[in-house]
């Protein structure tokens, strides 16, 4: 048990580390599309105009037949709006999504832990953990362009970054997950 504690604390800070190579360096800039300073002060000034409240909005929604007339005619935008600005590197955040990467990673853990009996050798355990990892990823972000006609390089690109962060976390927990003593050959003799 200790040396999966050990494995979660590692696999948290690669997932970390992955985190801030996609989503905190120019990379992030394949993902997210960006405006000039006058259309994106235009954007944030008709968002405080019209959304009343943090939460995600789905403009138009099909909640009305009118609306569900503008929404097939189009342009649609689902937003994830926040009433009160934040730090752009907000070290809170950081802080409580490293805890959440270790109570992940712990859960991969633990996962690999109960099946360590029937699934001994490492690279068993890391074949696992990485097709779990991406299926999480898959159905978690590639869902979105599929049924919200969402945009495709986002949603990949979430895909892979969550993808890789995940496999790294399993492969790292995989690898320091208890090895199981040798068996005795089955043909070795008995003591009577």
Known sequence: ????????????????ILGFIFFATPLAGLAI?????????????????????????????????????????GPIATIHYNT???????????AIGL????????????????????????????????????????YTHLGEPIYLHHDWPHFIYLFIADGLALAAAGLILAWFLPRPAAAAPADAPTEV
């Not at 979660?8 to 690669?14: F, H, L, S």
């Open 1 to 16: 048990m200790a040396r999966m504690i050990i494995g979660a604390i590692v696999a948290a800070i690669a997932m970390f």
């Open 33 to 73: 599309a960006n405006l000039d300073d006058a259309p994106a002060a235009a954007v944030q000034d008709a968002l405080a105009a019209n959304l009343p409240r943090t939460g995600t909005y789905s403009v138009p929604d099909i909640a009305t037949p009118a609306q569900t007339n503008m929404f097939s005619r």
């Open 84 to 94: 009160s600005g934040f730090a752009a590197v907000d070290t809170k955040a950081l």
């Open 99 to 138: 805890g959440l990467n270790f109570v992940v990673a712990l859960a991969i853990g633990l996962a690999l832990l109960g099946i360590d009996g029937r699934v001994a050798d490492f690279g068993s355990r890391a074949r696992v953990a990485v097709i779990i990892a991406l299926a999480a990823a898959g």
